[in-house]
């Protein structure tokens, strides 16, 4: 009935998305691939989408109900599609649900502000389950602890070390995303040789459900606003709800955060949430090295100022070895640019 | 004949189903459905799609639905050419 046109946004209609976004109450942020629906001179819709994440997406309120979100939504999947991405999330808020459900879409977890649904061949069960298999744990009762090891510290090594004396057995995920300065492959292997002597602790990938941009898209990026509450809850629930059960979790250790804000209101989230799905938390102090807390920060800002004494009270020598190795310069020269 | 590479046909649209077919690694015919009518014809939809597999001789192929409530034709349709995009 309209001839309305779905394409890519051009460079000079980012404006008018923009507007049409602040109107919904959403921004335009990281996003590697926009769409518009445009009759006439208007644009009545976009969507789009960065990695795995469909997000920023908004049809103009005169022209709700005509299968317009349909059509958007559609041309996003088949991009992501040609892009060899068939496995999505969208963050939405409740009222748009069912017009994700009406595309196959599966609610992973719907709280208060945020919901969050998968899509194409992406299966939370099968892929906890999946995980669970390819870890080779048994069904004992387990400690876990969520790390990024951005890099591997003595601060990581101690909380690890404590979980493991305590625990029967205990599962480390390393934050898969790979948004940080050191490349996940570092930051999981330096992690398992760092502990391949505590024999009761396994290290794995955290996959797409633990601390990822599906999941917690806000901890990649340090901004602190109310949406980070939203996903702190939502990243503790799918936490608890999927993962706890599987693999038969029932304490979650997590070191204290005197420095970022978000870390901070992430664990807040988890002390508050876990123990529902009856996952103790326990808060294990930092230790501190002549006076300063053992961090990765801490640790990143010695290896930018090329302080490489220093760095030696704050890191095993695994990663010290690996820092000093040929194989580190592209992330050194990374560090050294960051502002 | 052989699944060799991911493919897709279809839409969301109502009355249509989007189907991707892909190598199934564990072997044998895996089918993953989504349907809006799944409690009265889930069983008679992936029916479909399993006689449209055996029709081609394939007996490894991993598959995932989301129906919009689509007619017999249209899912044998469906399937019959993301498998030939497959191919």
């Not at chain 1, 996003?76 to 939405?92: A, N």
């Not at chain 1, 748009?96 to 061949?121: D, Q, R, T, W």
């Not at chain 1, 400690?143 to 305590?166: D, Q, W």
């Amino acid at each position: 009935m309209y001839d309305v046109l779905i394409r890519r946004a051009e460079y000079e209609e980012f404006d008018d998305v923009k507007r049409l976004l602040a109107d919904n109450d959403l921004t335009l942020e990281d996003a590697e691939y926009t769409a518009i629906a445009k009759l006439n001179e208007d644009i009545i819709g976009t969507c789009s989408f960065s990695g795995k994440i469909i997000k920023c997406f908004a049809v103009r309120e005169d022209y709700k109900g005509e299968g317009l979100s349909l059509k958007l939504v559609t041309h996003i999947i088949d991009e992501m599609f040609e892009r060899g991405i068939y496995e999505y999330f969208v963050f939405t808020k409740p009222e748009n649900i069912n017009i994700f459900k009406s595309m196959g879409f599966k609610i992973v977890h719907s709280a208060y502000k945020v919901c969050l649904l998968e899509g194409g061949k992406s299966d939370i069960n099968k892929s906890i389950d999946e995980m669970f298999k390819k870890s080779g744990l048994g069904y004992e009762k387990k400690s876990a602890l969520v790390m990024n090891c951005n890099p591997f510290t003595l601060g990581h090594r101690y909380i690890i070390e404590k979980a493991s004396k305590e625990s029967e057995s205990v599962v480390v995920f390393i934050v898969k995303e790979d948004k940080s300065v050191f490349p996940f492959d570092i930051r999981y292997s330096l992690v398992k040789e760092g502990v391949s002597d505590l024999k009761n602790v396994k290290v794995i990938s955290g996959g797409d459900y633990i601390i990822s941009s599906a999941t917690f898209p806000s901890y990649f990026i340090k901004q602190l606003d109310d949406r980070i509450d939203a996903y702190t809850n939502l990243d503790a629930h799918i936490f608890g709800k999927y993962i706890a059960p599987v693999f038969n979790i029932v304490k979650r250790y997590v070191g204290t955060e005197p420095f970022c804000k978000v870390t901070e209101k992430y664990n807040n989230a988890l002390l508050k949430i876990l123990p529902s799905y009856n996952v103790e938390v326990e808060l294990v102090e930092r230790i501190k090295n002549s006076g300063n807390i053992v961090s990765a920060s801490f640790v990143r800002n010695l290896i930018k100022k090329g302080d490489f004494n220093s760095i030696r009270n704050f890191i095993p020598d695994v990663t010290f070895n690996y820092l000093v190795s040929e194989k580190a310069k592209g992330v050194i020269e990374r560090i050294e640019n960051e502002k | 004949m052989e699944i060799k590479r991911i493919a897709k046909c279809g839409t969301f649209e109502s009355n249509d189903i989007y189907v991707i077919v892909e190598p199934n690694s564990d072997g044998g015919v895996e089918i993953n459905l989504e349907s809006i009518v799944m409690k009265q014809f889930g069983e008679q939809i992936k029916k479909t799609i399993d006689e449209t597999v055996k029709s081609f001789g394939i007996k490894s192929i991993k598959i995932t639905a989301k129906d919009r409530g689509a007619l017999d034709y249209t899912i044998k349709s469906r399937v019959e050419t993301a498998i030939k995009r497959a191919l």
